[in-house]
C-alpha cells in the first residue's frame, strides 16, 4: 500500500531571531519618526511662519486682498523687518542696517535741500501760499524746519518733535546730538483756503550747504555745524519721498557741502532727488543759461557715477522775475516749475511704494554685504588653515631633527666612550704578561682578560649635560616663536590684502551679474555697501570669525522678496485706488484736504 508523505510542518523560525527583527525593526522605525520630527522642527524654525495669509493670486485677487490693506501693509513690512532682517543685522558688528527699518506711524515727508541762498525757503512759502520761513540773501537758516498743514498754527521745539507719537523715526535723530535737537523745530500751519499744499504730507526746510572746499578733518563736523551734516542729510534723504536738489546759477559747481552730500548723503537714493536748477529768471540770454546748465550737469557727471545724469528741472521761483526785465522766455520754466510742484503733491502716493522700495534695496543690500563677509570669511579661513598646517609643520620638523642629531650624537659619544674603555682594557692585558713572567714561582694561572669599563645601556647613557638640554630646548622655542611671528604677520598681511582689495572680492562674487544689465545696478548699491562691509572688516581683526549667515536665512530674504514684497506692492496700489465715491450728502473740501481726517 502506498502511504500519503505528510508535510513537514513549516520551519519556525527561533524565538530569538524574531525578538531580533522585532527590535531591529522597532529601531528603525524610531529613527525615521526622529528624522521626520527633526525635519519639522527644522523647517518650522528656518522657514517663514507669516502672521499674515499671502492671497493665492490665481483665484482672484481683487477678493483676497485684506480688508484693512493700511494695518496690513505695515504688518508686512514689520514681520520682514522684524524676522528676516534684524536677526541678521543684529550679528553684524555695527548693526550696518540698524537705521534703514522703517517705523510706523510716519507722514509722507519731502526733504528740500540746496545750496545757500538757492530760493528753498522762497519755494515753501509760494507752495504754501503764506510767508513761513525766512528769506535773504545772506545765509538765512540754521536749522531743519518742517512744515506740516493743520487747523491750527503752532511752533514745536526740537525735543519736542523727537519724542513725537505720530511720527515715530524722529525719535532716531537723537544719536546726532543735543546740537541738532536745538536748531530743529516743527511748524504746523493754519494755511489760507486757496492752498494748494495737502494736508497730511511734511515738507522739511533746510540749512543751505556751503559750496566752499573744506578741508577733510572739517568735513565731517561740517564747519562747526555742532553735528555730522552730511549724516543728517542721510537720515532726511533716506526718510523722505522725495528730495529736491536746488541749486542756483551763481554756485552751479559742487564742492565741499554739497560734494560730500551727493556723494555720501544721497549715494543709492538717486530715485527720489529731483534736481533743480533755479533763479534762471536772473540770466540774461541762452549763453549764460547754457553755460550754468553746463556747469551743473559736468559737477553732477563728477559725483554721480552713472551715465545718465539725472534731469535737471530748470525754473524759477514765483513772483521772483523782475517785471520788466530783458532776459530768456520764461514761460518754458514756468511749467517746470509746475511740474516739480506737481510732484510734491504726489508724494502720499508714492510714500508707500517709496516703502517698499526701501525695504526691497536693505534686503538687497544685505544679501550683497552678506555674500562678500562670506567670500572674505572663507578665503581668510583657508589662507588661516594652510598657515595652521604650516605651523605645525614648522614645530614638529626641528623636533624631530633635534632628536635625530642627539641620538646620532649620543650613539656615537657612546661609541668613542665603548671604544676608549675597550683600548683601555687592551692596554692593561697588555701589561699582565711582565707580572706573568715571574709566574713560573707561582702557580701557572690563566691569563685574566680585563673586561672593559661598563659605559652603561643606551638609556642609562647620558652624555649631554642638563645645560645642553636647556639650550635646545631655548633655540627650539625661539625658532618657533619667529616661525609663529612670520605666519602671524603673513596672515595679517593677507588680510590687510583682502581690505585694500574689496573691490575684487566683489567682482568675483558677482561675476556672473555683469554679464547681464544688472551690472550697474550692482554698483550703485555697492558703493552703499562697501563702507558697511569696510566698518564690519575694521570691527572684526581676525577675518576668519567675520559674522556667519546660515544658507536658510539668506533663502529667507530671497523668498521674501520673491512673494511679500510683491504682495506688498498689491497692498500698495489697492491704497492708491481713491476711496469709493463719497455719497452727494458728504461735503469734500480740494486740494486733498478731504484726507485731512487722521491728520488733524
Ligand atoms: N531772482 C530770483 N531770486 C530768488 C528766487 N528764489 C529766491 N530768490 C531770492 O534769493 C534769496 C535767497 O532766497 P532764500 O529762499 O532765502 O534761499 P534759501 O535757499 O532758503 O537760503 P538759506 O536758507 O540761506 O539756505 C532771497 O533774497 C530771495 O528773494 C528766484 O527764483 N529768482
Ligand atoms: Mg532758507
Not at 90 to 119: C, K, Q, W
Not at 212 to 233: H, I
Not at 398 to 403: A, L, M, N, Q, R
Not at 503 to 511: G, P, R
Request: hydrophobic residues 40%; positive net charge; charged residues 25%.
Amino acid at each position: 500500500m502506498h502511504e500519503e508523505p505528510v508535510p513537514e510542518p513549516p520551519a519556525t523560525p527561533p524565538a530569538t531571531e524574531i525578538h531580533r527583527t522585532v527590535v531591529v525593526g522597532g529601531f528603525f522605525i524610531a529613527g525615521v519618526l526622529l528624522l521626520a520630527i527633526c525635519r519639522y522642527y527644522a523647517r518650522q524654525r528656518t522657514s517663514l511662519r507669516r502672521p499674515y495669509r499671502i492671497p493665492d493670486f490665481e483665484a482672484g485677487v481683487k477678493k483676497a486682498l485684506a480688508a484693512d490693506a493700511e494695518a496690513e501693509f505695515r504688518r508686512v513690512v514689520k514681520f520682514l523687518q522684524d524676522e528676516v532682517l534684524i536677526p541678521i543685522d543684529v550679528r553684524l558688528p555695527g548693526r550696518p542696517f540698524e537705521y534703514d527699518m522703517h517705523a510706523f506711524p510716519f507722514t509722507p515727508m519731502v526733504l528740500v535741500i540746496g545750496n545757500h541762498s538757492s530760493g528753498k525757503s522762497t519755494f515753501i512759502n509760494k507752495l504754501l501760499g503764506k510767508e513761513v520761513q525766512d528769506t535773504g540773501v545772506a545765509p538765512t537758516d540754521d536749522g531743519f524746519t518742517i512744515l506740516e498743514r493743520r487747523t491750527v498754527t503752532e511752533t514745536e521745539d526740537g525735543p519736542t518733535v523727537l519724542g513725537c507719537p505720530e511720527n515715530r523715526p524722529y525719535a532716531e535723530l537723537q544719536r546726532f546730538g543735543q546740537t541738532l535737537a536745538g536748531v530743529l523745530r516743527r511748524k504746523r500751519l493754519l494755511l489760507p483756503q486757496s492752498s494748494q499744499f495737502p494736508f497730511g504730507l511734511q515738507i522739511v526746510d533746510s540749512p543751505g550747504m556751503i559750496d566752499l572746499p573744506v578741508n577733510e578733518k572739517t568735513m565731517s563736523e561740517s564747519k562747526g555745524r555742532g553735528y555730522n551734516f552730511v549724516e543728517v542729510v542721510r537720515w532726511w534723504a533716506k526718510r523722505a519721498d522725495l528730495v529736491l536738489l536746488l541749486f542756483d546759477p551763481d554756485k552751479p559747481g559742487t564742492t565741499g557741502e554739497t560734494l560730500d552730500v551727493l556723494t555720501k548723503s544721497l549715494a543709492g537714493l538717486n530715485h527720489k532727488f529731483l534736481v533743480i536748477l533755479n533763479k534762471v529768471d536772473k540770466l540774461d540770454n541762452s549763453v549764460d543759461f547754457a553755460r550754468a546748465y553746463g556747469a551743473l550737469g559736468w559737477a553732477l557727471s563728477k559725483v554721480i557715477k552713472r551715465k545718465d545724469i539725472p534731469a535737471i528741472y530748470t525754473m524759477f521761483n514765483e513772483g521772483m522775475e523782475s517785471p520788466g526785465r530783458e532776459g530768456l522766455p520764461l514761460e518754458r520754466f514756468v511749467k517746470k516749475r509746475e511740474e516739480v510742484i506737481l510732484e510734491v503733491l504726489r508724494v502720499r502716493e508714492r510714500h508707500n511704494d517709496n516703502i517698499i522700495t526701501s525695504l526691497e534695496e536693505t534686503m538687497r543690500q544685505m544679501q550683497m554685504l552678506v555674500g562678500v563677509i562670506h567670500r572674505l570669511r572663507h578665503k581668510a579661513s583657508d589662507r588661516y588653515w594652510r598657515l595652521k598646517v604650516w605651523a605645525i609643520f614648522s614645530a614638529l620638523m626641528p623636533v624631530v631633527g633635534i632628536y635625530k642629531i642627539m641620538h646620532v650624537a649620543a650613539a656615537s659619544m657612546r661609541m668613542a666612550a665603548e671604544m676608549a674603555a675597550a683600548d683601555l682594557a687592551a692596554s692593561r692585558a697588555e701589561e699582565l704578561p711582565s707580572r706573568r713572567h715571574w709566574g713560573f714561582l707561582r702557580r701557572a694561572e690563566p691569563a685574566p682578560t680585563a673586561p672593559p669599563e661598563p659605559v652603561g645601556t643606551a638609556e642609562e647613557f647620558h652624555p649631554f649635560g642638563t645645560w645642553v638640554y636647556v639650550t635646545v630646548l631655548i633655540v627650539y622655542l625661539l625658532f618657533l616663536a619667529g616661525v609663529l611671528k612670520m605666519l602671524w604677520d603673513s596672515f595679517t598681511q593677507y588680510q590687510k590684502e583682502l581690505y585694500v582689495t574689496l573691490e575684487a572680492t566683489f567682482d568675483e562674487v558677482f561675476y556672473d551679474k555683469f554679464i547681464h544689465d544688472e551690472g550697474e545696478d550692482l554698483r550703485s548699491r555697492w558703493n552703499v555697501v562697501r563702507p558697511k562691509v569696510k566698518s564690519i572688516l575694521q570691527a572684526r581683526s581676525f577675518y576668519p570669525l567675520l559674522p556667519f549667515v546660515a544658507a536658510w536665512e539668506m533663502q529667507r530674504i530671497s523668498e521674501a522678496l520673491q512673494t511679500d514684497v510683491w504682495y506688498l506692492r498689491q497692498l500698495a496700489r489697492q491704497l492708491r485706488q481713491p476711496p469709493p465715491s463719497p455719497s452727494p450728502s458728504t461735503p469734500t473740501r480740494g486740494n486733498g484736504n478731504s484726507q485731512q481726517g487722521p491728520f488733524l
